[in-house]
């Protein structure tokens, strides 16, 4: 049984940082991503950074480039996402996926690594707000 669980969230003024973490277990494939993912309520779910299980290469969405950092914890089957200087519109829901690699797009994307609904595994999310 395949399991995505997230952790970290919470409240926190602007300016702050925050740590988030996904753990995964029984994914029924070797090489995949990792990604984050935000949605605030009536926005469309936006892409903020994802990493390459295999190679550990990492990318980011613009809006977060240069303050969010993803690293992975091999031994644990985790993956982190330290925000910094947090803004009031990081304020979302933020969903960990794990996905298969398939295909590479060199469109301009917050990951390289196109995402397949049907090889996609969510977690539950995790509510992060940022005051302002």
């Known amino acids: 049984q395949v399991q995505v669980v997230e952790s970290g969230g919470g409240l926190v003024q602007a300016g702050g940082s925050l740590r988030l973490s996904c753990t995964t277990s029984?994914?029924?494939?070797?090489?995949?991503?990792m990604a984050w993912f935000r949605q605030d309520s009536g926005l469309e779910r936006e892409g903020v950074s994802c990493?390459?299980?295999?190679?550990?290469?990492?990318y980011y969405s613009d809006s977060v480039n240069g303050r969010f950092t993803m690293s992975r914890d091999r031994a644990n089957n985790s993956v982190h996402l330290q925000m910094n200087s947090l803004k009031p519109e990081d304020t979302a829901m933020y969903y960990c996926?794990?996905?298969?690699?398939?295909?590479?797009?060199?469109?301009?994307?917050?990951?390289?690594?196109?995402?397949?609904?049907?090889?996609?595994?969510w977690g539950q999310g995790t509510q992060v707000t940022v005051s302002s």
């Open positions: 996926a794990a996905y298969r690699v398939v295909e590479v797009t060199t469109q301009k994307s917050f990951c390289p690594y196109i995402r397949r609904d049907e090889s996609t595994f």
């Open positions: 029984g994914l029924p494939f070797d090489d995949y991503v």
């Open positions: 990493i390459s299980w295999s190679s550990g290469f990492t």
